[in-house]
């Protein structure tokens, strides 16, 4: 695609992004992305939701109701918007995605972020084994379908969200915090990208308050367009589950003694978590995808291979600590199991 330049617009461009739609913003990461739009007083932001949802949604943006097996009323919901951000929940209808692309399409959309939010879309191998075949044939599908449709396409891949993981239990990052028991991948050294929902969301508010596009050739300044049908790699911190458990120990006031402290190596972990996944139990899927990330080859660590665009967004440097803490207060609540019934209940 050739370089275009806001000077060669036609007239009534404006070089901003100011309406945006988002499907699932009453969810875990949506609801983030919304709340840091709306905070930049620069955006209207529209809530996308399904006729009859009772979600709760960030207070201030639009609802407009819609019914996804009819193409016509997402037409509608969707016309005027300039972008849109698709955060589904594992459990949506697998051909949602694909609707709603083509509803987008015919309403004059510029801009799609895909259902993403997770893995290093670049490294194949490590999304058809952690998203299952299926999963990651089904984004590189949607980023097709919106180029062939003459749309373009931001990826966000930001890893695991750091505080659910570490709330969710023993499954995901291998921490069963209540009961103060943890199961190290390999020596648990291993560091990987990790982001926390609410950089997610200063994430997607910062590359929506650049320009569009460069003012001219001469233009230096970072614009979307810099992102156009690419990957945005942003993360909160590069750690490994050793310091994860240092810092749950900081928010706790233990130490190793205080805890039970097991090991299993990525790779049987990985097919193990696969095997129980076979059986219909959710559980295994979050022990393979979680320790096949944790593989010691590196292709959990993103930040090496491509470096971040943290800087240019203007993004902050977290406090980890806080951050554990937050998962420490989530854990202690009853986040994970609950978490996990209602995934359960909504599969069945």
Same mark, same amino acid.
């Given at each position: 695609?050739?370089?275009?330049?806001?000077?060669?617009?036609?007239?009534?461009?404006?070089?901003?992004?100011?309406?945006?739609?988002?499907?699932?913003?009453? &969810?875990?990461?949506?609801?983030?992305?919304?709340?840091?739009?709306?905070? #930049?007083?620069?955006?209207?932001?529209?809530?996308?939701?399904?006729?009859?949802?009772?979600?709760?949604?960030?207070?201030?943006?639009?609802?407009?109701?819609?019914?996804?097996?009819? /193409?016509?009323?997402?037409?509608?919901?969707?016309?005027?918007?300039?972008?849109?951000?698709?955060?589904?929940?594992?459990?949506?209808?697998?051909?949602?995605?694909?609707?709603?692309?083509?509803?987008?399409?015919?309403?004059?959309?510029?801009?799609?972020? +895909?259902?993403? @939010?997770?893995?290093?879309?670049?490294?194949?191998?490590?999304?058809?084994?952690?998203?299952?075949?299926?999963?990651?044939?089904?984004?590189?599908?949607?980023?097709?379908?919106? %180029?062939?449709?003459?749309?373009?396409?931001?990826?966000?891949?930001?890893?695991?969200?750091? %505080? @659910?993981?570490?709330?969710?239990?023993?499954?995901?990052?291998?921490?069963?915090?209540?009961?103060?028991?943890?199961?190290? @991948?390999?020596?648990?050294?291993?560091?990987?990208?990790?982001?926390?929902?609410?950089?997610?969301?200063?994430?997607?508010?910062?590359?929506?308050? =650049?320009?569009? =596009?460069?003012?001219? /050739?001469?233009?230096?300044?970072?614009?979307?367009?810099?992102?156009?049908?690419?990957?945005?790699?942003?993360?909160?911190?590069?750690?490994?589950?050793?310091?994860?458990?240092?810092?749950?120990?900081?928010?706790?006031?233990?130490?190793?003694?205080?805890?039970?402290? /097991? @090991?299993?190596?990525?790779?049987?972990?990985?097919?193990? &978590?696969?095997?129980?996944?076979?059986?219909?139990?959710?559980?295994?899927?979050?022990?393979?995808?979680?320790?096949?990330?944790?593989? +010691?080859?590196?292709?959990?660590?993103?930040?090496?291979?491509?470096?971040?665009?943290?800087?240019?967004?203007?993004? +902050? %440097?977290?406090?980890?600590?806080?951050? #554990?803490?937050?998962?420490?207060?989530?854990?202690?609540?009853?986040?994970?199991?609950?978490?996990?019934?209602?995934?359960?209940?909504?599969?069945?």
């Amino acid at each position: 695609m050739s370089i275009k330049y806001a000077k060669d617009q036609p007239a009534g461009f404006t070089n901003r992004i100011e309406n945006v739609a988002i499907i699932g913003a009453g &969810g875990q990461v949506g609801k983030y992305i919304a709340e840091e739009l709306l905070k #930049t007083g620069k955006h209207t932001v529209t809530a996308i939701t399904r006729i009859g949802s009772n979600s709760g949604l960030p207070a201030g943006v639009k609802v407009v109701q819609v019914d996804y097996d009819d /193409e016509e009323t997402i037409v509608d919901g969707l016309k005027g918007q300039q972008f849109l951000f698709i955060s589904l929940a594992v459990t949506a209808p697998r051909d949602t995605q694909t609707k709603v692309i083509a509803a987008a399409a015919k309403a004059g959309v510029s801009w799609i972020m +895909p259902n993403s @939010y997770g893995g290093d879309f670049a490294n194949k191998q490590l999304l058809t084994d952690i998203m299952t075949a299926p999963g990651a044939q089904a984004s590189q599908a949607a980023v097709d379908a919106i %180029e062939k449709a003459g749309m373009s396409w931001v990826y966000m891949s930001c890893s695991f969200w750091y %505080e @659910y993981s570490l709330a969710m239990g023993e499954p995901w990052y291998g921490f069963d915090i209540p009961n103060k028991k943890v199961t190290f @991948y390999d020596d648990g050294k291993t560091r990987i990208n990790t982001s926390t929902w609410i950089q997610c969301g200063r994430a997607a508010a910062q590359l929506l308050s =650049l320009k569009e =596009l460069p003012d001219d /050739e001469n233009d230096q300044s970072p614009t979307i367009s810099q992102w156009r049908n690419k990957i945005l790699y942003i993360s909160s911190f590069l750690v490994s589950q050793r310091d994860m458990l240092d810092s749950v120990h900081r928010a706790l006031g233990t130490t190793d003694s205080d805890w039970q402290i /097991e @090991y299993e190596p990525t790779d049987v972990r990985f097919k193990r &978590g696969q095997e129980i996944f076979k059986t219909g139990n959710i559980i295994g899927f979050g022990m393979a995808m979680y320790s096949r990330v944790f593989y +010691p080859n590196g292709d959990g660590n993103f930040e090496s291979k491509y470096g971040l665009a943290n800087k240019v967004l203007g993004l +902050p %440097e977290e406090d980890f600590d806080e951050a #554990t803490k937050l998962a420490v207060e989530m854990a202690e609540a009853g986040f994970g199991p609950r978490r996990l019934q209602t995934i359960s209940a909504l599969r069945h």
